[in-house]
């Protein structure tokens, strides 16, 4: 019977079974953020421990830092997030660990830079004290999120406990329609099995579709894993994978390239590998999504109408209404024509260099509407760059979108962009839920980066699969 | 390993309903602007309480029947979303010594065993029967068992489930994970030393410019 990469990478990098019935795993890449670590780094001072592996954590700073050129002069205005930067700039030091920091232009969102450094590799286990660490899944990585205490745990022996989980073989079959994209298949798929449909299991992203995206698109698919429940969610690797890690600053080079290209194909997952379970879902039939409500899973394609409360089983119901009464919306409207006051692109889910240039294709000669305040963020300081050299800067900002440097932002707000009261912004983020973009009673829409320019520039919903860009091609 | 093991929680409830209650509820992100978890208890459910509030009514996090209490009972897909451990931490520092709901999410399971907070899972109507007791008798103790997996109240016991592994970890004090990790730094050197991307190949990596 053959393996799944999940069962290859796992044993690979098992320590010990420990007596809780826990498996100690080796974790091959540590990522930290200014939020998650500076507690870690103080349990582990205050035990006297020390960092055994420094070489395999890198830092950097997403989260709070502010994406306005101005406010990210240092110190930074916001005190607290000055000091988080500190934080983490002297425990970097202390414990040798590599800072990708922004004075550098190396700073970027941890799940944005991983990749891009080439520092994420298949057959890795990753860890980072950040729930979308999925996203590195889709270089055939077992990548999981943790909490601070892990942290820390990763940092003192490179090891967690962790339990082993069942597998869940997704297929996309067929292809997508025009108009829709991965960030589409991610809230399909959501959509399918719900939030805790994945709880207990990795899951393990294929079929065409899959073999057919880029390694941008698959990121996107893999980082919304963790919205579904799943522990991690990740893609075998493949001729995409191999030729999006040739050359970059981290990856092996020369014979070592070699010997790598050998290992990285031995450990995807067998052809007769068995699986926990087994889902299809066809192409054809996802549209482009959108939230309607405060989990992921509340969305609807865009053609059809919000759902109807008592076609929920009873238990749900009350979160179903719960998420009508937070949004303003009623059962068996349409989401088209929905009204919005924000819009934002960017994030770890659809904040890379093919995102900002498929939501620009919808911008050449068009304006915001009026009264729509739009910001795109890029992922990194280096997707900034690329972007810039590209002009993409010129096309935002001429249609009334604000340009702004690398960071978090607007996905969970703890710097200054926020919504405010109860407006609506259309993102291309992965939570909507309530108060998540900074505002207690603020509304977001998730959908993809075409649907969000769209939206912006229409000022309301609009099905991207009408627009022109699609019958000039 | 911690000397610090754990089977009896006692204290009165909260009962806490609704399902997929998110972590970004629990404690809002700009609360996460901290670089300890001293103090974090206050904000626990904080724009919910306001939310709640501003209908008139009163959320179990600011109802000061429930203010003693030690044992929460929530639904569905508790503590879903961010990784954020800051949410139990808010849990615990407010006074929850333990939590009794339908399901966890993973992360915040994983984050709540590292923190001594033991999970109990019981079904959809143990759960909402146990809210409506404690709305009843909201001063009444509850006895929990990690041991048994089990809640006495009003003179009856019920038996919950625990993850076997959690359990386990509770009960022989491992569940702080980290000292036993670090028992096996030789068996980990020795772990490193195989995988092939530490050693045949491996990251070209930037930190030796250090
Ligand atoms: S972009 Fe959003 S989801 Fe991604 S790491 Fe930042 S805050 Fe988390």
């Known amino acids: 019977m053959g393996q799944s990469l999940y069962s290859k990478v796992f044993d690979r990098h098992c320590v010990e079974r420990l007596p809780s019935g826990q498996h100690q795993i080796f974790i091959g890449l540590h990522l930290i953020h200014e939020v998650t670590s500076p507690q870690a780094f103080a349990m582990i001072r205050e035990q006297g421990l020390s960092v055994p592996f420094p070489e395999l954590t890198f830092a950097t700073v997403d989260h709070i830092i502010p994406t306005a050129a101005m406010q990210r002069k240092r110190p930074l205005m916001d005190s607290q997030a000055e000091e988080m930067l500190q934080h983490i700039e002297k425990n970097t030091r202390d414990f040798g660990i590599r800072f990708f920091s922004p004075d550098a232009g190396e700073q970027g969102i941890v799940h944005v830079i991983g990749p891009e450094r080439g520092l994420t590799q298949p057959g890795m286990t990753i860890a980072c004290g950040d729930s979308h660490t999925s996203t590195h899944g889709a270089f055939g990585t077992l990548a999981f999120g943790i909490g601070t205490s892990q942290v820390a745990d990763a940092l003192a022996t490179q090891t967690l406990a962790m339990s082993r989980l069942k597998v869940r073989r997704i297929n996309f079959t067929g292809s997508l329609q025009r108009g829709v994209y991965a960030k589409d298949v991610a809230l399909a798929y959501i959509h399918h099995l719900g939030v805790n449909g994945g709880v207990g299991f990795a899951y393990e992203f294929g079929g065409a579709i899959i073999d057919r995206m880029t390694m941008e698109e698959r990121m996107t698919v893999c980082n919304m894993s963790i919205e579904g429940g799943a522990r991690c969610g990740y893609v075998n690797p493949d001729q995409t994978t191999f030729d999006y890690l040739n050359g970059r600053e981290c990856s092996p080079k020369g014979a070592a390239w070699e010997s790598a290209l050998a290992d990285w194909k031995s450990i995807a997952s067998d052809a007769d590998a068995q699986y926990d379970d087994v889902v299809e879902i066809k192409g054809e039939e996802i549209e482009p999504y959108v939230t309607w409500g405060i989990t992921p899973a509340q969305s609807v394609g865009v053609g059809q109408p919000l759902p109807i409360v008592n076609t929920f089983p009873v238990g749900d119901r009350l979160v179903v209404q719960e998420a009508y009464e937070y949004m303003s919306f009623a059962e068996g409207q349409s989401i088209i024509g929905t009204p919005i006051d924000v819009v934002f692109i960017g994030s770890c889910t659809n904040g890379r260099l093919s995102d900002l240039r498929e939501a620009a294709k919808f911008l050449h000669g068009k304006k915001v509407a009026a009264g729509v305040r739009a910001l795109v963020v890029p992922g990194s300081q280096s997707i900034a760059t690329q972007a810039e050299a590209e002009g993409l800067d010129k096309i935002y900002s001429a249609a009334g979108f604000e340009w702004r440097n690398a960071g978090c932002s607007m996905c969970l707000a703890m710097n200054p962009d926020q919504l405010k009261g109860r407006e609506i912004c259309a993102s291309t983020s992965n939570r909507n839920f309530k108060g998540r973009q900074g505002s207690p009673t603020g509304r977001t829409l998730l959908m993809s980066p075409a649907m969000a320019a769209v939206a912006a520039v229409e000022g309301r919903v609009t099905d991207v699969r009408q627009h022109p860009v699609f019958s000039a091609q | ?210």
């Open chain 2, 1 to 210: 390993m911690s000397k610090f093991t754990l089977n009896e929680i006692r204290g009165s409830g909260i009962p806490l309903r609704g399902t997929d209650i998110d972590t970004d509820r629990i404690i809002p992100a700009r609360f996460l602007k901290c670089v300890t978890f001293d103090g974090i208890g206050e904000h626990a459910f904080e724009d919910d309480i306001k939310g709640i509030a501003a209908k008139g009514g009163v959320h179990s996090f600011a109802d000061a029947r429930f203010r003693k209490a030690a044992v929460l009972v929530a639904n569905r897909n508790f503590g879903c979303g961010s990784s954020r451990e800051h949410a139990p931490q808010s849990l615990k520092r407010w006074g929850v010594s333990a939590i009794i709901a339908e399901s966890y999410s993973e992360i915040f399971h994983g984050n709540c065993v590292s923190i001594a907070v033991p999970c109990f899972i019981a079904s959809q109507e143990f759960c909402s029967e146990l809210q409506n007791h404690i709305e009843a008798n909201p001063s009444a103790e509850l006895v929990l068992s990690v041991k048994d997996a089990t809640v006495s109240f009003g003179g009856r016991t019920v038996k919950l489930s625990i993850d076997p592994g959690a359990q386990g970890q509770f009960l022989d004090g491992s569940w702080d994970a980290r000292s036993g990790l670090l028992e096996n730094l030789p068996a980990i050197r020795a772990v490193a030393a195989r995988i092939p991307y530490l050693n045949q190949f491996g990251l070209s990596t930037p930190s030796k410019a250090l």
